[in-house]
C-alpha cells in the first residue's frame, strides 16, 4: 500500500474518487467501470437529505439501502452509541453471558413482534440472519426427529442476503451465476410478480396460481422433506413488487396444512416500512421466524436477527445440545444499545402512525398521479415501499425492445442529475424513504421524479429506445 495525508470531506472530490477507485471495491459493482467514471461520495445527512461532496442537496428516495427509517442526522442515537462505547465496548454472548444492552433489546423486540414471536437470535447483518435460519430450520427438524427435512423453498427474483447461505435463498440469477450457488437443498419457485409474468390472468387468478406453485413443489419434493418456506411479505430488491390480494392468504393456507415452518424475511419490511411495525402484520400472515435488520438501528449500526416463535425455540433450545452457531458481533451492545433507542424514537415520535396517516395517503395520491405519465405503467405502494413500471405501451404491460434495465438505468441517472436518489430495478423504478419524511418533501421528491421521467422519456425517444 501507499503512504498518504489524512484523508477527509476537505478533499477535493476527484481525489476522493482517485483514492475510492485505487483501494475500495465496492459491492454489486462493475468496479473498472465506476473507476472510469468516479463514485458519487456522500459527505453528510440530516432527516431525508444527503449532501454529496460537490455540494449538492439530494432528496434520498431509499433510505440509504431501505434502512434509515428515522431519518439521517439524529444526535440522540450518536450519544447512545458513545456512551456505551465507554461503558462497555464490546462483549460476546457466547459462553453463559450476556449483557444490558443485548437483554433489552431483545425484550423490546419480543414485546413488537406478534403472536408468540419471543426469542431473538442475533446476527450483524440480514444475510448473517438468514444463514442462521438455515441452521435453525435444518435444526429444529433435527431434534424433531426429521433430519430428511432439510429443503428449503424460496422465490425467484427474491432476495434474502449475499452470503453463500443468503444468496442461495435468494432468487437473484446474476448471483446464482457467480460462485456456484444455491447450495444444496433449496429451490425456487415462481413470484407473484402480475405485472411482469401475469399474461392474461385477473391479478387475483394469478396470485392463486403462483402460491400454488408452492403446494406443487412440496408435492414434487414429498411434503417429508420441505423444512420451511422462505419469502419477503413484499419483494424489494426484486422491484418492490407487491403480490395479488389472494396470495398471501393461500401460501398462509399450504403452509399450514403441510406443517412446514414459514420464515417472513422482513429485512425490509420490519419497523414501520408497511405501515405496521412488520409487513407481516400489514400482509396477514403468521411466520414462525422473522428475518430482522436494516430498520432494526435504521441504518445507524450493523445488526440484525431471527425472532424465533416459542415452538421452534423450545425445540432447540431444550434439545440438550448446544445450537453450533453465532457470530462475534452476535447482540454486540454498541450495536443493540443503538437499536433499542431507535425502535424507542420509533415508538415515541408515533412514526408508524404518521406513516400511515400522513405519509403514505399523502404520496399514494401523487405516486398513482405518476402513471399519467406515457412512460409509466403500474404504480404500486404500500407504506412507504414503492414502485413503478416503465413501459412503451401501458395497455399491454410490454416490455422495451432494448435489454431489460436500460431504461431504468437511464431514469435512474437522470434522477441522479436531478438531485433525487430512486433505485432502478431492471425497468422499474422504486422508493423507500426515510419514514420520517414530511409532505412539502414528498412534494419535492414527486416534482424531482416527473422532472427526470419527462427528461428520461426525451431521451429514449430521440435514440430509438422507445
Ligand atoms: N433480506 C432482505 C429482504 C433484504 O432486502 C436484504 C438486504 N437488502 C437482506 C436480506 C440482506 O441484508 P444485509 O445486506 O444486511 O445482509
Given at each position: 500500500?501507499?503512504?498518504?495525508?489524512?484523508?477527509?470531506?476537505?478533499?477535493?472530490?476527484?481525489?476522493?474518487?482517485?483514492?475510492?477507485?485505487?483501494h475500495?471495491?465496492?459491492?454489486?459493482?462493475?468496479?473498472?467501470?465506476l473507476?472510469?467514471?468516479?463514485?458519487?461520495?456522500?459527505t453528510?445527512g440530516?432527516?431525508?437529505?444527503?449532501?454529496?461532496?460537490?455540494?449538492?442537496?439530494?432528496?434520498?428516495?431509499?433510505?440509504?439501502?431501505?434502512?434509515?427509517?428515522?431519518?439521517?442526522?439524529?444526535?440522540?442515537?450518536?450519544e447512545?452509541?458513545?456512551r456505551?462505547?465507554?461503558e462497555?465496548?464490546?462483549?460476546?454472548?457466547?459462553?453463559?453471558?450476556?449483557?444490558?444492552?443485548?437483554?433489552?433489546?431483545?425484550?423490546?423486540?419480543?414485546?413488537?413482534?406478534?403472536?408468540?414471536?419471543?426469542?431473538?437470535?442475533?446476527?450483524?447483518?440480514?444475510?448473517?440472519?438468514?444463514?442462521?435460519?438455515?441452521?435453525?430450520?435444518?435444526?429444529?427438524?433435527?431434534?424433531?426427529?426429521?433430519?430428511?427435512?432439510?429443503?428449503?423453498?424460496?422465490?425467484?427474483?427474491?432476495?434474502?442476503?449475499?452470503?453463500?447461505?443468503?444468496?442461495?435463498?435468494?432468487?437473484?440469477?446474476?448471483?446464482?451465476?457467480?460462485?456456484?450457488?444455491?447450495?444444496?437443498?433449496?429451490?425456487?419457485?415462481?413470484?407473484?410478480?402480475?405485472?411482469?409474468?401475469?399474461?392474461?390472468?385477473?391479478?387475483?387468478?394469478?396470485?392463486?396460481?403462483?402460491?400454488?406453485?408452492?403446494?406443487?413443489?412440496?408435492?414434487?419434493?414429498g411434503?417429508?422433506?420441505?423444512?420451511?418456506?422462505?419469502?419477503?411479505?413484499?419483494?424489494?430488491?426484486?422491484?418492490?413488487?407487491?403480490?395479488?390480494?389472494?396470495y398471501w392468504?393461500?401460501?398462509?393456507?399450504?403452509?399450514?396444512?403441510?406443517?412446514?415452518?414459514?420464515?417472513?424475511?422482513?429485512?425490509?419490511?420490519?419497523?414501520?416500512?408497511?405501515?405496521?411495525w412488520?409487513?407481516?402484520?400489514?400482509?396477514?400472515?403468521?411466520?414462525?421466524?422473522?428475518?430482522?435488520?436494516?430498520?432494526?438501528?435504521?441504518?445507524?449500526?450493523?445488526?440484525?436477527?431471527?425472532?424465533?416463535?416459542?415452538?421452534?425455540?423450545?425445540?432447540?433450545?431444550?434439545?440438550?445440545?448446544?445450537?453450533?452457531?453465532?457470530?462475534?458481533?452476535?447482540?454486540?451492545?454498541v450495536?443493540?444499545?443503538?437499536?433499542?433507542?431507535?425502535?424507542?424514537?420509533?415508538?415515541?415520535e408515533?412514526?408508524?402512525?404518521?406513516?400511515?396517516?400522513?405519509?403514505?395517503?399523502?404520496?399514494?395520491?401523487?405516486?398513482?398521479?405518476?402513471?399519467?405519465?406515457?412512460?409509466?405503467?403500474?404504480?404500486?405502494?404500500?407504506g412507504?415501499?414503492?414502485?413503478?413500471?416503465?413501459t412503451?405501451?401501458?395497455e399491454?404491460?410490454?416490455?422495451?425492445?432494448?435489454?431489460?434495465g436500460?431504461?431504468?438505468?437511464?431514469?435512474?441517472?437522470?434522477?441522479?442529475?436531478?438531485?433525487?436518489?430512486?433505485?432502478?430495478?431492471?425497468?422499474?423504478?422504486?422508493?423507500?424513504?426515510?419514514?420520517?419524511?414530511?409532505?412539502?418533501?414528498?412534494?419535492?421528491?414527486?416534482?424531482?421524479?416527473?422532472?427526470?421521467?419527462?427528461?428520461?422519456?426525451?431521451?429514449?425517444?430521440?435514440?430509438?429506445?422507445?
Amino acid at each position: 500500500g501507499s503512504v498518504m495525508t489524512k484523508i477527509t470531506n476537505h478533499l477535493p472530490t476527484a481525489e476522493l474518487q482517485a483514492l475510492d477507485a485505487a483501494h475500495h471495491m465496492h459491492p454489486f459493482t462493475d468496479d473498472a467501470a465506476l473507476a472510469r467514471k468516479g463514485a458519487r461520495i456522500i459527505t453528510r445527512g440530516k432527516g431525508v437529505w444527503l449532501t454529496d461532496s460537490d455540494g449538492h442537496e439530494i432528496i434520498d428516495g431509499m433510505a440509504g439501502l431501505w434502512c434509515v427509517n428515522i431519518g439521517y442526522g439524529r444526535r440522540e442515537l450518536a450519544e447512545v452509541a458513545a456512551r456505551q462505547m465507554e461503558e462497555l465496548c464490546y462483549y460476546n454472548t457466547f459462553f453463559q453471558t450476556s449483557h444490558v444492552p443485548a437483554i433489552a433489546l431483545a425484550a423490546k423486540i419480543a414485546q413488537l413482534a406478534p403472536g408468540d414471536l419471543n426469542h431473538v437470535f442475533y446476527a450483524g447483518s440480514g444475510s448473517e440472519a438468514n444463514d442462521t435460519n438455515i441452521r435453525l430450520v435444518r435444526r429444529y427438524w433435527d431434534v424433531k426427529g426429521q433430519p430428511q427435512r432439510k429443503v428449503i423453498i424460496s422465490r425467484k427474483n427474491a432476495y434474502h442476503g449475499s452470503t453463500m447461505g443468503g444468496a442461495s435463498l435468494g432468487g437473484m440469477s446474476g448471483m446464482h451465476a457467480q460462485g456456484g450457488l444455491p447450495i444444496p437443498d433449496i429451490v425456487h419457485i415462481n413470484q407473484p410478480y402480475w405485472w411482469g409474468e401475469g399474461g392474461d390472468m385477473t391479478p387475483e387468478e394469478f396470485g392463486i396460481a403462483r402460491a400454488r406453485e408452492l403446494e406443487q413443489k412440496i408435492q414434487e419434493i414429498g411434503a417429508d422433506r420441505v423444512a420451511a418456506f422462505i419469502a419477503e411479505p413484499i419483494q424489494g430488491a426484486g422491484g418492490v413488487i407487491v403480490p395479488p390480494e389472494t396470495y398471501w392468504p393461500e401460501i398462509q393456507r399450504i403452509c399450514d396444512e403441510y406443517g412446514i415452518l414459514l420464515i417472513a424475511d422482513e429485512v425490509i419490511t420490519g419497523f414501520g416500512r408497511t405501515g405496521n411495525w412488520f409487513g407481516s402484520q400489514t400482509m396477514g400472515i403468521r411466520p414462525h421466524i422473522m428475518t430482522i435488520a436494516k430498520g432494526l438501528s435504521s441504518g445507524y449500526a450493523p445488526i440484525g436477527g431471527s425472532i424465533i416463535c416459542n415452538e421452534v425455540y423450545r425445540t432447540v433450545a431444550e434439545s440438550g445440545e448446544d445450537f453450533n452457531h453465532g457470530y462475534t458481533y452476535s447482540g454486540h451492545p454498541v450495536a443493540s444499545a443503538v437499536a433499542l433507542r431507535n425502535l424507542e424514537i420509533i415508538e415515541d415520535e408515533g412514526i408508524i402512525d404518521h406513516v400511515r396517516n400522513v405519509a403514505h395517503p399523502y404520496l399514494a395520491e401523487k405516486w398513482k398521479g405518476l402513471t399519467e405519465h406515457p412512460l409509466v405503467g403500474e404504480a404500486q405502494l404500500v407504506g412507504l415501499m414503492g414502485s413503478i413500471a416503465l413501459t412503451p405501451d401501458k395497455e399491454r404491460r410490454a416490455r422495451f425492445a432494448a435489454e431489460p434495465g436500460t431504461v431504468g438505468y437511464r431514469c435512474r441517472e437522470r434522477c441522479f442529475a436531478n438531485d433525487l436518489i430512486m433505485r432502478h430495478v431492471g425497468d422499474r423504478m422504486i422508493i423507500a424513504p426515510a419514514l420520517v419524511i414530511r409532505p412539502e418533501e414528498i412534494d419535492i421528491l414527486i416534482e424531482r421524479a416527473w422532472k427526470s421521467l419527462d427528461e428520461c422519456y426525451a431521451e429514449i425517444k430521440a435514440e430509438g429506445l422507445l
